[in-house]
């Protein structure tokens, strides 16, 4: 079956660093997705993106990340400034269709902010 | 506002047992979709159903059985003869009406299932 590819599978990076989380998504899927997951907690809707923008975002999205298709096969989470508790697993999905299809997600990236 | 509330923090069975993981939902929309991942400790979120409102007809799947009861907003996911592998946390998700064919889906907050031997 295709997968979502995420890498690294693990940074670690300082406060105030920035980082990028890459994700190369199933190659003739059009909707591309960023969730997170707290240590312990549930997992949580970042952004989607459609059509070279982004179509929805949650709160947790603010202005320190920002997200980006640099190519045909690429799709990319920024986070300009990392805080301690961006630390989390964060999720890339992709899907296929307009419409609720499944959504198929990568392994995660761990983020740990120190 | 969109909510899944899955009341069952950790379950704990012993091998061969039947187990069931409950998730309740809150929605407005009239359409909307109903999902369970598993999270296996490797970490990745791995797909097992997607079931929309107007479709109320139960599945199974193997070992694996959904029952999807609208008039008490469940989507209950049960787990027979259960085996070792089993063993992960579960999320139980839901999407709204879809805007521009992106959905978000809503998780609740996972039910850790431990199978012993």
């Known amino acids: 079956e295709p997968e979502v590819t995420q890498t690294p599978s693990h940074q670690v990076t300082q406060m105030g660093q920035e980082v990028i989380l890459r994700c190369v998504p199933i190659?003739?899927?059009?909707?591309f997705y960023w969730y997170r997951q707290i240590l312990g907690q549930k997992v949580e809707f970042l952004v989607s993106f459609y059509n070279n923008e982004i179509s929805e975002k949650s709160e947790i999205f603010d202005d320190q990340f920002s997200v980006e298709r640099p190519d045909g096969s690429n799709f990319t989470l920024k986070i300009r400034s990392t805080k301690l508790e961006d630390s989390a697993m964060y999720f890339c999905?992709?899907?296929?269709?307009?419409?609720?299809?499944?959504?198929?997600f990568g392994s995660g990236t761990q983020l740990s902010v120190l | 506002a969109q909510k899944v509330t899955q009341a069952q923090t950790e379950i704990s069975v012993v091998e061969k047992e039947d187990v069931t993981l409950d998730c309740v939902y809150e929605?407005?929309?009239?359409?909307?979709?109903l999902f369970w991942y598993k999270q296996p400790p490797s970490g990745e979120l791995v797909f097992l159903i997607r079931?929309?409102?107007?479709?109320?007809q139960n599945e199974i799947s193997g070992r694996y059985s959904w029952n999807f009861q609208k008039s008490t907003s469940s989507f209950n996911f049960t787990i027979t003869a259960s085996q070792v592998v089993d063993s992960a946390v579960y999320f139980c998700?839901?999407?709204?009406?879809?805007?521009?064919?992106?959905?978000?889906?809503?998780f609740g907050q996972g039910t850790r299932l431990t199978i012993n031997p």
């Open positions: 190659s003739n899927h059009l909707y």
């Open positions: 929605t407005r929309d009239t359409t909307y979709y």
């Open positions: 079931r929309n409102s107007f479709d109320e």
């Open positions: 998700a839901l999407s709204g009406t879809v805007i521009q064919g992106a959905q978000k889906l809503v």
């Open positions: 999905a992709s899907s296929e269709a307009q419409g609720t299809e499944k959504l198929f």
